[in-house]
T-cell receptor, first 113, second 113 residues
Framework: ETGVTQTPRHLVMGMTNKKSLKCEQH?????MYWYKQSAKKPLELMFV???????ENNSVPSRFSPECPNSSHLFLHLHTLQPEDSALYLC????????????FGQGTRLTVV | GEDVEQSLFLSVREGDSSVINCTYT??????LYWYKQEPGAGLQLLTY?????DMKQDQRLTVLLNKKDKHLSLRIADTQTGDSAIYFC?????????????FGKGTHLIIQP
């Protein structure tokens, strides 16, 4: 248990569906992140939020839309995804955006059919 | 840009020490991390080291940092079957560079009986 919880753990969605991934942390951290883990590729940073403000978007397609309503929750809204978006999506949090321990959730295994 | 390199596989006998190596390119002040990922699971933070340190030890784990060569290693003493996993090296630039962690592709540690 890392203190970062992601739901759902598994998700299968069609290309025309709209779904959301949820991440929650009660560690008192001020920075939260979304990463994508695909087969045979390094983990890719998608979004960074610090104090609920988005500070980085690494050229992620607009079919991925993040939302950070408060410092404890982070969402990733998905719509009109492609099969190549199938991957493990990992949420992480850290005390701040500058360093120290960064803890990851268990991930959501997404399959787009 | 930042780059983190690791070999993809390491095979060791049970009871031996495992040494997983990593090189990075960012010369800014940084944190360096080791994460463990078991099949179907998220990333578990094993340990981290700040770049002004040479070594950090925590039970069976020893991290060595050669800042001059930008080389990081993780030594696991008395390797057990439960250590079988993928180990990711990651680095964070605290010098005002990109937020989030930059990961290597991971080293798959295989334990032979």
């Amino acid at each position: 248990e890392t203190g970062v919880t992601q739901t759902p753990r598994h998700l299968v969605m069609g290309m025309t569906n709209k779904k959301s991934l949820k991440c929650e942390q009660h560690l008192g951290h001020n920075a939260m992140y979304w990463y994508k883990q695909s087969a045979k590729k390094p983990l890719e940073l998608m979004f960074v939020y610090s104090l609920e403000e988005r500070v980085e978007n690494n050229s992620v397609p607009s079919r991925f839309s993040p939302e950070c309503p408060n410092s404890s929750h982070l969402f990733l809204h998905l719509h009109t995804l492609q099969p190549e978006d199938s991957a493990l999506y990992l949420c992480a949090s850290s005390q701040d955006r500058w360093g120290g321990e960064a803890f990851f959730g268990q991930g959501t295994r997404l399959t787009v059919v | 840009g930042e780059d983190v390199e690791q070999s993809l596989f390491l095979s060791v006998r049970e009871g031996d020490s495992s040494v997983i190596n990593c090189t990075y390119t960012d010369s800014s002040s940084t944190y360096l991390y080791w994460y463990k990922q078991e099949p179907g699971a998220g990333l578990q933070l094993l340990t981290y080291i700040f770049s002004n340190m040479d070594m950090k030890q925590d039970q069976r784990l020893t991290v060595l940092l050669n800042k001059k060569d930008k080389h990081l290693s993780l030594r696991i003493a008395d390797t057990q079957t439960g250590d079988s996993a993928i180990y990711f090296c990651a680095e964070r630039d605290t010098g005002g560079g990109a937020d989030g962690l930059t990961f290597g592709k991971g080293t798959h540690l295989i334990i032979q009986p």
